[in-house]
């Protein structure tokens, strides 16, 4: 099914299948997601747009959603087991030298470590939830390759 854009008119993407919250890609775009079942609209709003047209350097842009990406991991983590969120949290450390706020920029590092440890049935219940709190945020360019890169199987 194609859903187009009630501002731009381009098609929507789903953001996770089944989720029912399609998104525009249109950066420039001011419509942000519409949520199927409800049929609600959410679009940016102006204070958004404007703090994200401030000048500023990749880094300080970028530390925020660092720190979004690794609490929606942490969180998501923790609902499914604490021995899960240890086990992960551990690994980042004794593997990558890491911990979950250097996964935005290197989300390889938490799917190499959900796939060698844990079955497909955690995986999904992980990157479900992941994708649920970010889904929201998914209008950064950052978290939108964040949560393409959990999508991609390889
Ligand atoms: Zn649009």
Request: hydrophobic fraction near 30%; proline fraction near 4%; charge should be neutral.
């Amino acid at each position: 099914m194609i859903v187009h854009c009630p501002d731009c008119k381009r098609p929507l993407i789903e953001f996770d299948q089944g989720s029912g919250n399609y998104h525009c890609s249109n950066p420039s775009c001011n419509f942000q997601y519409l949520e199927m079942i409800t049929g609600k609209e959410h679009r940016k709003s102006r204070e958004v747009e404007e703090m994200d047209n401030i000048p500023s350097s990749n880094s300080l842009d970028k530390k925020p959603k660092r720190i979004l990406v690794g609490l929606a991991i942490e969180n998501s983590l923790l609902n499914i087991g604490h021995s899960i969120f240890d086990k992960v949290t551990s690994k980042l450390r004794e593997e990558y030298n890491a911990n979950v706020f250097d996964c935005l920029e290197n989300p390889q590092y938490l799917k190499q470590i959900m796939k060698a440890n844990f079955d497909k049935k955690v995986q999904e219940v992980m990157y479900k939830s992941i994708k649920t709190i970010l889904g929201e945020f998914a209008y950064y360019d950052s978290i939108r390759q964040f949560l393409d890169e959990l999508n991609n199987k390889n």
